[in-house]
């Protein structure tokens, strides 16, 4: 594999140079062909999608009815598709309303101090604050553990995915070298929050501030490894000789929720805080596109007096890797569990599900008796789509985190026909040992196979995708949907997508077949309005055409929700006015457009509570790249105040079911 001869630090965007220089097929290579030799979505469009997704839908919970669903609801996609704008609020269709809640700076806890409208806060002050940049999320049920669906009371959990300084500190920082305490602020800011919330009699939600329930995950949080890294060699450090424990979960992006009723946090663009000024890169630095000028805060200049930063120059110091932080990028990029109802637990980062750029995980509907399946995405250029299966059955009484430490990761490979291969990342499998050997990489244990996960992916000839993003899985027929969100790197026009760049993005989707085979196709293209999408026959419009997109769910009635993440041009003067939500019918192939963001945010994390009255979406960094003196955004707070990453509650006016 050949390398740039420079890694540059990543721009402020966050987005990860390109880092795969594999010769393994680019998605456009296969889709080109693809499109040409379509297997299982031919004639028309609803005879296809009935014989890819079937009719029946799960319904949400009906709490007058203890165990009984309702039917699926009729009218779904009821709402006025609402028109694109560039206003600077959140606009939603005739019938719905919205509270503003949570936004960045809210005290957690009764010890915790207001948000000071300067942004003066302290790093202690935040840590016990709502984090900055809200994300991926999701709502338990206060009653969860007891078999419960309560749509009134529960834990909002979310993920804070980074920080901007220009707005987080009151005059946008100190510059460089970086202020340790700015560092220390940055910090507390990522990470999670936990948040008991409660529905009032009016219908609005409050923050339950005095329940022990509410809690901060931070960049500084103890946590344990747990898996086939554990103990490795290449994960000890100066805070754990040992290699069992790290510290802080960072750059928190989508998520996931397991079965037995936890969340999962997603590391995903963990590379940018860490620099390595060595010349000579360990390739899972290299692989990871640790920079080797500067990371992308200049953390590493606040110095070497505090052990809880100089941890992010993985540069080597001393003489033994317990005596300083070589190791400690190779702590990140793992999907980190939290159980929101025991306060006082410790994180644990699973390792067997591998180390790369987490957009989230997304687990097939469990069945007892049989594996557990989850998939996640590695959101970067030419990067990958997973799969994990453990190695234990799943079995609901006895179902917990043991599940997903133990089992086997895929990697996939999309091929021309329609079909596709689960590729075994596996030092047992003999094909794996084969293709390492002929490309002359070593691993000492399936440790050093999950460290250099992506390494691994190459070796297989996994086929490199346009940074792949969210999933969701069909509440009944468990399809599997992936947003592959934009590649400006790929020049080659396609039947797919036939304009010079994958500006736009779209949607894959599949179904599995054996344990190792799967059948795909493309759900969605996206683009402007009058782009056609000849394999489903459907012509974008104004009511439904968006680019870039990201966040994806589906809803227990089936309607499928996708939200854009543009940036820079494409966002600010293109056709598609400030980013958005979508709804889709994927039955009828129906989409419409639900939510429109305020300026320069991007629209990202959407739950309902079970009986799918209330919605929950978060608005993460409005004005992004302004200030510090002035912001392109002043929402939610308005007058001259900066801007707030905040989630938004959407209700319908007259108490129904959102999206009908």
């Given at each position: ?430 094909d794996f040992q084969a293709k390492a050997r002929a490309a002359g990489h070593a691993f000492d244990s399936q440790a050093d196979v999950l460290l250099n996960t992506r390494l691994a992916a190459d070796i297989m000839g996994a086929t490199k995708m346009d940074r792949p993003e969210w999933g969701a899985v069909h509440p009944v027929t468990n399809e599997v949907y992936f947003t592959l969100t934009n590649n ?173």
């Open positions: 594999m050949t390398k740039p001869s420079k890694h540059q630090p990543f721009d402020l965007s966050g987005e990860e140079p390109v880092a795969n220089f594999s010769a393994n097929s680019d998605f456009s290579e296969v889709l080109d062909k693809r499109l040409n030799r379509r297997r299982f979505l031919q004639g028309s469009v609803a005879l296809a999608v009935s014989g890819f997704l079937g009719q029946g839908l799960l319904g949400c919970s009906n709490q007058s009815a203890a165990p009984a669903l309702l039917q699926q609801p009729a009218g779904l996609l009821g709402f006025d598709a609402i028109p694109i704008n560039r206003f600077d609020t959140v606009t939603v269709p005739a019938g719905y309303r919205t509270q503003v809640f949570l936004p960045w700076g809210t005290p957690l806890t009764t010890d915790a101090p207001a948000y000071r409208a300067d942004a003066s806060h302290s790093a202690a002050e935040q840590a016990k604050q709502v984090g900055m940049h809200h994300d991926g999320m999701h709502f338990f049920p206060i009653d969860l553990k007891q078999g419960g669906q309560s749509s009134d009371e529960g834990l909002l959990v979310m993920n804070h995915e980074y920080v901007d300084p220009n707005i987080l500190h009151a005059f946008g920082g100190k510059g460089i070298p970086r202020d340790k305490e700015e560092v220390h602020k940055e910090l507390a800011a990522h990470g999670v929050s936990v948040a008991h919330i409660k529905k009032q009699a009016d219908g609005n939600w409050q923050l339950l501030q005095d329940s022990p329930l509410n809690r901060r995950i931070t960049g500084h949080t103890p946590m344990e490894l747990t898996g086939p890294v554990r103990g490795h060699a290449k994960v000890v450090t100066k805070y754990s000789p040992d290699g069992t424990r790290t510290r802080g979960t960072l750059n928190n992006c989508a998520h996931g929720v397991t079965p037995w009723g936890t969340y999962l946090t997603c590391e995903e663009n963990w590379a940018l805080l860490f620099v390595n000024h060595q010349q000579a890169m360990p390739r899972e630095h290299r692989r990871y596109s640790i920079a080797d000028e500067h990371s992308i805060l200049h953390w590493e200049t606040a110095g070497r007096s505090d052990d809880a930063i100089s941890r992010f120059n993985a540069t080597p110091f001393a003489d033994k890797a317990s005596d300083d932080y070589r190791n400690e990028p190779n702590n990140f990029g793992w999907i980190v569990e939290i159980d929101p109802f025991k306060p006082d637990s410790t994180p644990v980062k699973h390792t067997a599900m591998g180390r790369f750029a987490h957009e989230g995980l997304i687990f097939a509907k469990p069945e007892s008796g049989k594996p557990l399946v989850a998939y996640s995405g590695d959101d970067a250029r030419f990067e990958y789509i997973y799969k994990f299966v453990s190695a234990k059955p799943y079995h609901p009484a006895t179902a917990g985190p043991h599940l997903l430490d133990e089992g086997t990761l895929y990697v996939a490979r999309y091929n021309e026909d329609g079909s596709g291969d689960w590729l075994p990342l596996d030092l047992n499998d003999a400006s790197r790929r020049h080659s026009p396609d039947a797919a997508n036939p304009r010079a760049n994958n500006h736009s993005g779209h949607i894959i989707r599949w179904r599995e077949g054996t344990s190792q085979r799967f059948d795909w196709d493309i759900f969605l293209l996206s683009g402007d309005a009058f782009t056609y999408t000849p394999q489903h026959q459907l012509m974008l419009t104004e009511q439904n055409h968006h680019a870039s997109p990201d966040g994806l769910w589906f809803d227990p009635n089936g309607l499928l929700w996708i939200q854009t993440d543009m940036a820079g041009a494409q966002m600010r003067s293109g056709p598609f006015g400030n980013n958005a939500m979508l709804a889709a019918d994927v039955n009828t192939h129906t989409i419409k457009r639900f939510l429109v963001g305020p300026v320069d945010c991007e629209v990202t994390g959407v739950v309902m509570t079970p009986d799918c009255k209330t919605m929950f979406v978060n608005i993460q960094h409005p004005g992004e790249g302004s200030g510090p003196y002035s912001f392109s955004s002043t929402w939610p707070d308005r007058r001259t105040n900066r801007p707030r990453s905040a989630t938004v509650i959407i209700t319908k006016e007259d108490g129904g079911i959102i999206g009908t």
